[in-house]
């Protein structure tokens, strides 16, 4: 062993964070190897690396017996006690047969398997710092596409974004940095598969999290997330502390941090709600930007029926339906909504136990955009 390569070495234990053990033992691994091989020897060798001079010896161990079978895994006893009287019987004696040019097999034969070694611990390394990332997000830079995916560099690794897992509003080039969510990291033949997604509810979750110090300290908590990815989505949020608005965390000032989560998700529209452990108030919450007259609880099917203002209908359910169907995802209640009159006339508006009122001036000068939310 040269000096150059003790120094090689130190450097992969720098730059590639394997541990210098793990080296040397790939490599005695690979000389005992290209010993066996070169030397039609038998599997009793031992190498002996000497990091301090550089130097490699192979030494063959051999087993005292009484009767020798086989000379290359046995030695007499008498014999043995030639080279030490204290050898007795069943006792390992380990003899130098150190080739003289098996520097330069050895350095051919067990290149390959000291790359493969390497490469294996850099493999473990690589799975073991991402397998704890699993469910976390990360910034990475596209590297290029085919038909089935987008590759991601996140620095060691390259991770797949599948094509159901991209947002539909978004181009990806490469070189573009995006934000990604770690959706599952994998131990595979080729090494850790990490697979990572756009769409994932917990990307808009941990995007609120760097974004809203209350949250990441545990002040607010978001309860729930409803997504459909590059449209809009739903959070409800909630805080043990009554001196702390958690919808108004969230926005940030002048909506600022509410913002900024939107540019990083190309635009998409994002609804936040206060969570509350009471169906009635929750459910209308959920459906916000509406206002909700009365929200008639079904605690054995999980269903509610709500009641919204006649012009407020459509607000309510949304484009296509958008709306009802992130509140029901959000809050995990059916949700049917009736206009005001349709209650009436079913008999079912107003109750004497309706929960929830509103002062009609609560709706003679909102301005409320129905563009977007026309069926």
């Given at each position: ?18 541990s210098?053990?793990v ?25 002996d ?46 003899l ?6 098996f ?7 067990a ?6 070694r390497?490469?294996e ?16 997000i990360m ?6 596409q ?7 560099s996140l620095?060691?690794i390259?991770?797949?974004l599948?094509?159901?897992?991209q ?10 940095r ?5 959706t599952?990291?994998?131990?595979t ?6 697979f ?11 995007l ?24 809009r989505?739903k ?22 941090r ?17 969570w ?11 459906l916000?930007?509406?206002k909700v007259?009365d ?6 099917e999980?269903?509610t ?12 359910i949304g484009k296509r339906?958008?709306?009802?169907r992130?509140?029901a995802?959000l ?9 005001e009159?349709d ?6 508006y ?12 609560d709706f003679?000068?909102e ?9």
């Amino acid at each position: 062993m040269s000096s150059e390569l003790l120094d090689a070495l130190t450097l992969l234990e720098k730059e590639k964070g394997i541990s210098r053990d793990v080296i040397i033992d790939a490599i005695e691994a690979a000389l005992v190897s290209a010993y066996r091989r070169n030397f039609n020897q038998a599997q009793n060798v031992r190498i002996d690396l000497n990091l301090g001079t550089g130097t490699m010896r192979v030494f063959a161990r051999k087993e005292v017996v009484d009767e020798v079978f086989d000379p290359r895994l046995e030695i007499s006893l008498e014999d043995s006690q030639k080279l030490n009287p204290n050898y007795q019987i069943e006792d390992i004696v380990e003899l130098e047969v150190t080739p003289k040019d098996f520097g330069r097999i050895a350095a051919q034969t067990a290149k390959q398997v000291v790359t493969q070694r390497v490469r294996e611990a850099e493999r473990g390394i690589i799975y073991s710092e991402f397998i704890d990332r699993e469910e976390d997000i990360m910034t990475g830079i596209v590297q290029r596409q085919d038909s089935k995916f987008i590759y991601v560099s996140l620095g060691k690794i390259e991770a797949i974004l599948p094509a159901n897992e991209q947002m539909p509003n978004e181009q990806y080039k490469p070189h573009d940095r995006i934000k990604v969510f770690i959706t599952k990291v994998e131990k595979t033949t080729k090494g850790p598969q990490i697979f990572v997604s756009r769409t994932h509810p917990g990307l808009l979750k941990r995007l609120f999290e760097i974004e809203v110090p209350e949250i990441y300290d545990g002040t607010v908590e978001i309860k729930s997330v409803a997504r459909e990815a590059g449209d809009r989505s739903k959070i409800s949020v909630h805080s043990d502390n009554e001196e702390v608005d958690p919808v108004g965390s969230c926005v940030g000032p002048k909506g600022t941090r509410v913002q900024a989560v939107v540019n990083e998700l190309k635009g998409e529209k994002i609804d936040i709600v206060k969570w509350s452990q009471d169906p009635v108030v929750f459910v209308a919450n959920s459906l916000s930007p509406s206002k909700v007259l009365d929200v008639i609880v079904n605690e054995e099917e999980k269903a509610t029926t709500v009641i919204v203002p006649d012009y407020q209908l459509s607000l309510a359910i949304g484009k296509r339906g958008q709306n009802a169907r992130l509140a029901a995802k959000l809050t995990g209640w059916k949700i049917d909504i009736k206009s005001e009159t349709d209650a009436r006339e079913a008999g079912i508006y107003p109750r004497e136990e309706t929960l929830l009122n509103y002062d009609d001036n609560d709706f003679e000068d909102e301005d409320i955009d129905l563009s977007d939310d026309m069926e």
